[in-house]
């Protein structure tokens, strides 16, 4: 509101005063929000790396052992085993509240499973099939959880950079124009003041010569 259309009165003083608190402790707490969401998200992006690191070690991994299965049970076998597997990953996505955010929490099932549930017969394929089988099921298990905490950290950063331009909206412009509002009413309270004052001064002295 502009400082030309602020009637300059008492309770507008007590109603500014009031705004201004309620700001001030306001701006306290977004600012503990983000500085507590900022923890949380390199907390979370430490834990990340090194996920992204596991993958890659997994990944490597996992493309050995199906180049040893391949030349040991041949391609043929190796596609065969990966397309008599029937049971299907199970992932679940829920929600969770984190510091007020909303991010996913993914449980996951079926995705490692024992060689005897794979749907391959055991006695046909050599052990190198199961070793390449466990570690792509590895893989893909770090994969989901990488997944979800990638999420995690987008939406903590989204909720940093709102909460970020809610504080330095606060501080930069509600807060000066609030305190730029309170010292108009307080210099205009002080002028009218002042008037009363000459005001009263003149009236005791004209009653005075009128006396005299």
Do not use: W
């Not at 500014?16 to 700001?23: A, D, G, P, Q, W």
Request: glycine share 6%; aromatic share 4%.
């Amino acid at each position: 509101m502009p400082v030309a259309e602020i009637q300059p009165t008492r309770s507008e003083l007590l109603e500014v005063n009031r705004k201004i608190h309620l700001t001030v402790n306001g701006h306290k707490i977004l600012k503990l929000k983000r500085d507590g969401l900022i923890l949380e998200f390199f907390r979370i992006m430490d834990e990340a790396k090194g996920i992204r690191g596991e993958i890659v070690e997994r990944y490597s991994e996992s493309m050995e052992k199906i180049a040893v299965a391949n030349a040991v049970d041949g391609v043929l076998a190796v596609r065969s085993a990966a397309l008599a597997i029937t049971t299907a990953p199970v992932i679940e996505l829920f929600a969770k509240n984190l510091m007020g955010v909303v991010v996913p929490e993914i449980e996951s099932t079926k995705i490692c499973t024992p060689p005897e549930d794979r749907g391959y017969g055991i006695l046909g394929t050599s052990p190198y099939i199961d070793l390449a089988t466990d570690s792509f099921q590895r893989l893909v298990e770090t994969v989901v959880k990488a997944a979800q905490l990638e999420t995690t950290m987008r939406r903590l950063l989204d909720e940093i950079e709102r909460t970020k331009r809610r504080v330095n909206a606060l501080e930069f412009k509600v807060l000066p124009d609030l305190e730029e509002i309170k010292r108009f009413i307080e210099m205009r309270l002080e002028e009218m003041e002042r008037d009363n004052i000459f005001r009263l001064k003149r009236i005791k002295g004209k009653t005075r010569e009128a006396k005299g």
